[in-house]
Structure formats: structure tokens, C-alpha cells
């Protein structure tokens, strides 16, 4: 009776670790769904050697442990996840194309309430948030394995730099360098994206915005939408690797090549830290609306800057627990 008092406990206790072990690998991995494998693999490893774990380092970080060698492991084999922009250059509305690639090529949406843990510090909750942003996810994927751990350990996690020598088996001083290192390949790569400014939660300004923005893409008005849009505005459709730049492509993109998602219904999302929308289109064959695409906007500057379609219905709506229908 004992026992199994004690193997329900563990279960708690180690399920309590359940969302910041998949914000940290999902991090370290660009996959939502590699990430929930490796958190599962981590808890299913604790549970199994939980008797050889003396206590020596808190639960926590015994964890952390076990989660970065899972990751490591997964990332051996080199392949970097990306954004569309990280890959080819933008094409002009004249030449877009339709080519896609491979699932495992691109960074992957993630549900807010998955990755990020309720804080209660406010700045806590923006560094958090700030860390998910696809811009920085897309950076990250750029870092050596080992260099992205240390970063997102040191810099997302606040863990001392004595804490994450201990965990990666390795010296303080060559912690602090491959920090040094991770943050100049950083600061090669920032982009206006990642600098976006999203208020949390969104200020008035923010919420008009996203209002006028369901309106116009409801409507398919796209005098309303090229209005939201800044002028630089960058459209992305993954497992598509075409990217548009500007209004004038995306909306012209859209009246043409994606005019069959005209009279769609939006339903508001999180994802990685940004405001976001379900896409339903009308099945012209059953009548309703179904599922076509988890969209993130990225905002700045009271305009829209980033407007990112990912379209696999079959993985991300049931990923965001969203209706199969409308």
C-alpha cells in the first residue's frame, strides 16, 4: 500500500515539471511535437532510475539533466530547424510557387499554455515569452547544440553558470564561453521581428488591431488588410518554403493563388508568446467550416509585421485542442 502511495507521489511530483521541461525542449529541438516526445522520454527515464537518484542535486535539476541528454541525443544527428526566410530568398508575386519540404525542415508552432509556466513575476513572464517568439526560435536553431543549452539555461532559465557546468559535466570557464559565443552569433542575427513588441497581455492599440484584422480577413477586404499590414510585412506558409514580402504581394497572393480562403472563420490562439488565429475554411462539400491553418502575427508599431500560415491541419489543430469542425 506503501509503494503505491509512493509511485503516485513521484508521478505528481514529477509531472509538476511537465510544462518548463517542454518550453526547454522545445527550445533546444524547433519541433512542438519532438519536444512532447523528449519531455515524455525524460519523465519515463526519472521514473525508471528514480531509486538511483541520491538527492545529491535538487529534482529539478536531475531533470534538466536527463532532459538535455535526450536532446543532445536528438540533435546528433544536425538537422537545424527553420523559417522559410532562413532558407531561400523572398519571391516576388510574379514567380510564387507552391514547393514544399519535408516536416522535419521547419520550426514548429507551439501552444502558449504547453511551454510557458505561470509566473508570477511579470519580467519572468516576458523573458519567457520573448524566448518562444519564432525570430528567436529560428536563431537559436543556429547555435551548436551544447551553445544553444547553455543559452537557454543561462539566459531564458537564470540558472548560474556553476549550475549548468555541473549538469553539462564541464568547467565554469567553458560554460561563460560558449555563452560568449552564443550570444555573438545572436546579435549577428537579430532581426526586426525579434524585436516585435507585443504587450502582455495586449494593450488596447494591440487588441483593436487583431479586431480589424478578423474583420478584414473574414471579409477577404483586402483594401482593410493592406491598411494592418506594414509595408515591409513578411507572409510565410510552411510546408511551403515561398515567402512574400510587402502588402502588395501578400494581399495580391492572397486574392489570387489563396483565394480559397475567402469568407474563412478565425478563432483566436497563443503561440509562442504571440497573438494568433485558427483558420477554417468553407468545405464547399459538407457544408461548414474546416480546419486549414494555425496563422501567428507578429506585431509592431501598431501595424502588422509578420503574418506566419502554418498549414498541416492534421498536427496542429488537435495540438492547440481546437474544434475538427466549425
Not at 503516485?8 to 522545445?26: N, P, S
Not at 494581399?251 to 483565394?259: I, R, Y
Request: net charge negative; glycine share 6%.
Amino acid at each position: 500500500m506503501g509503494n503505491g502511495t509512493a509511485t503516485t507521489d513521484l508521478a505528481e511530483q514529477l509531472e509538476k515539471y511537465r510544462v518548463e521541461l517542454t518550453g526547454y525542449c522545445y527550445r533546444m529541438l524547433g519541433s512542438s511535437f519532438e519536444a512532447e516526445d523528449a519531455v515524455q522520454d525524460t519523465l519515463v527515464r526519472a521514473w525508471r532510475s528514480h531509486d538511483r537518484f541520491e538527492g545529491r542535486s535538487s529534482l529539478r535539476s536531475w531533470l534538466y539533466r536527463i532532459a538535455t541528454n535526450v536532446c543532445l541525443d536528438l540533435l546528433a544527428a544536425g538537422n537545424k530547424r527553420a523559417r522559410p526566410m532562413d532558407l531561400t530568398e523572398s519571391t516576388p508575386l510574379a514567380r510564387a510557387a507552391l514547393s514544399p519540404r519535408p516536416d522535419h525542415t521547419w520550426l514548429e508552432p507551439m501552444p502558449d499554455a504547453r511551454v510557458l509556466p505561470a509566473v508570477e513575476d511579470p519580467a519572468e513572464a516576458a523573458v519567457a515569452k520573448e524566448s518562444v517568439r519564432l525570430a528567436f526560435m529560428a536563431a537559436l536553431q543556429q547555435l551548436p547544440p551544447r551553445q544553444r543549452a547553455v543559452l537557454i539555461l543561462r539566459e531564458v532559465l537564470a540558472w548560474r553558470a556553476s549550475e549548468v557546468a555541473e549538469l553539462l559535466d564541464t568547467s565554469v570557464a567553458s560554460v561563460n564561453s560558449a555563452l560568449q559565443r552564443a550570444r555573438a552569433t545572436l546579435a549577428e542575427r537579430r532581426d526586426r521581428a525579434a524585436d516585435a513588441a507585443v504587450s502582455d497581455p495586449l494593450d488596447e492599440e494591440q487588441q483593436r488591431l487583431l479586431e480589424r484584422y478578423v474583420k478584414a480577413f473574414e471579409g477577404y477586404d483586402m483594401t482593410a488588410l493592406t491598411a494592418l499590414l506594414h509595408e515591409d510585412a513578411v507572409m510565410t506558409m510552411p510546408p511551403f518554403d515561398l515567402w512574400l514580402t510587402g502588402s502588395a504581394d501578400i494581399t495580391g497572393f492572397m486574392a489570387t493563388l489563396g483565394a480559397a480562403c475567402a469568407n474563412s472563420r478565425l478563432l483566436p490562439v497563443r503561440a509562442n508568446g504571440l497573438p494568433g488565429f485558427a483558420q477554417y475554411k468553407p468545405d464547399p462539400d459538407e457544408g461548414g467550416f474546416t480546419p486549414w491553418a494555425v496563422q501567428v502575427l507578429e506585431v509592431s508599431g501598431g501595424r502588422i509585421t509578420g503574418f506566419h500560415c502554418f498549414l498541416d491541419t492534421r498536427r496542429w489543430f488537435p495540438l492547440f485542442e481546437l474544434p475538427p469542425r466549425l
